[in-house]
């Protein structure tokens, strides 16, 4: 139960003036906090008697998360309401259209790496550690994610526990060809994804086997320990972080790692995990969402947005390069072909050529003498590096000093980036009679819900062609198609592809679609 004086909207027996919020959300999963944190954060948002949507079809039990719909978005815009979009760190622009958009970032820079973050964006994180600058201001927004009432130990009998379960997501899908030890999956019982639960089904397992095998951070953590279950971390990438962590209010302190798990020894501290567990969740779960109510139902509008093509959109015979060929070029490149704006080439320092095949983006790529050497006064450089970089190649080249290169510096575009792809993707919708989503996991559930909403006409979904085997046939009622059949026999120039997978994976997929002639827009960054 939250006692809270959090503020409460305006009672007006004629209308409502608070913002309302849409909530960029995958389908509901018990075992992904992830997915079921935005639920969470808009029933609250309900109750407090503020409205709120999440645009999942798929509801949460038990909780006030109604689905925003095209009529709902038409009577908002007819009625004048402001609106407060909010968005994970899996992120593709302001697809909502959100008058003030809030960028919640929920997971570690190391587990999803860092993404571009607009400076007219609000911030939010889930932890303190979460925070991708050091300069960044940082707000907590962050309540419970377990259910007392259901995870617990009481009536338990610790005598009569027997066995252990385990936990894999992340894991299985970091590189190709892990699994899980056949001694794990014939002797345990698994609470991955795979096997949907309800949350009752969960915690009857955990309150019944004495260990709680994780190979990576979860929300499964938090409820085993409750429940009363010694938990278990194994050696990956993704629990190395989590493993002696010397926070006294953080319950990882009570967790052990597998080179120092002992079978016979004692592990009672479910009590302190108990105390530490509501000092760190609920207890700040009042001030955490009553900073995220105060700031953005009062924070004032952002200004038209200017144009935001660069100034020599107008010169006659202009040549445009790009420096930088990673995720920032990456970006540039979308944008600038979106307002047809073509680009030449990618430059990259010489020592950084080698990196490279002829190509990135399907655009050749070369070195910065190459460019020097061939430069005219109708050639601009966009600087599209990392700034750390960027400031490096300056003090090294000499560029500012040097007339022969015009440039611009990225950066000036980037603050405006929630604005930069909402014109890139509403384009992208309006120029397609159709839209296929490339992807078969979390990014791409979150974009359908979104896009459905617009009114985007969603024909399907593509995956690459050595995971078909593991992919079902259709989703959402669309069918799912393997790359290969997809560019040979079913793509037309009318339709688009929006791609939306882990980054890792992004750039081999581009290559494919542009050797095809396939037309795309990058929807993660």
Known sequence: MLQT???????????????????????????S??????????????????????????????????????????????????????????????????????????NSAGLIKEKIVGADELKFFWDESYSLSDKMNL???RFPIVDESIYN??????????????YAHKYLFSDDGVIIPDEMTSNGVSLCQDIP??????????????????????????EAALCGCVIVFLKTDFTLYACGNSNPEDMYDYCVNEEEFDANASYEYVGVVFNNYRARFIDAAAENLTDFVNITQAVPLRQATPD????????????????????IGHMFYNYLKAVNVKVESFIVADKYISNYNNTFLGIPIHTFSWYKERCDKDCILILTMERKNEEDEFSALDMRGDGCVRYRDAFNFRSCFSSVMLNITERF????????????????DILYNTIRVTGANILGFIIPDQYVENSAKSRYGLPV???SVFAETIYDKDCGVAISMQYKFILEVINDLCDAGIKYITTVY
Request: net charge negative; aromatic share 12%; hydrophobic share 40%.
């Open 5 to 31: 004086d959090i503020p409460h909207p305006i009672l007006d027996f004629f209308g409502s003036s608070h913002r309302v919020y849409y909530i960029a959300t995958g389908e509901f999963i018990q075992q």
């Open 33 to 106: 906090a992830g997915l079921r944190v935005p639920f969470h954060l808009c029933h609250i948002l309900n109750e407090l008697g503020f409205e709120a949507y999440v645009t999942a079809q798929k509801q949460a039990p038990n909780l006030r998360t109604p689905l925003l719909t095209l009529d709902i978005i038409s009577k908002h815009k007819a009625d004048g309401r402001e609106i407060v979009a909010v968005y994970t760190e899996a992120k593709w622009g302001n697809i909502l259209k959100g008058d003030i958009v809030v960028h919640w970032i929920m």
């Open 139 to 141: 707000k907590l927004l």
């Open 153 to 166: 130990t009481i009536g338990v009998n610790d005598s009569r526990r027997n066995c252990f379960a385990y």
């Open 197 to 222: 639960r309800t949350p009752q089904e969960i915690a009857d397992i955990l309150r019944s086997v004495k260990i709680f095998y994780t190979y990576e951070d979860t929300a499964l953590i938090p």
């Open 308 to 327: 935001l093509l660069p100034d020599f959109h107008t010169e006659d015979n202009v040549r445009v390069f790009l420096y930088g060929a990673g995720r």
């Open 429 to 444: 919708l309006e120029e397609h009679n159709g839209i296929y989503i490339y992807g078969d996991g979390i990014h791409s």
């Open 481 to 483: 198609h393997p790359f």
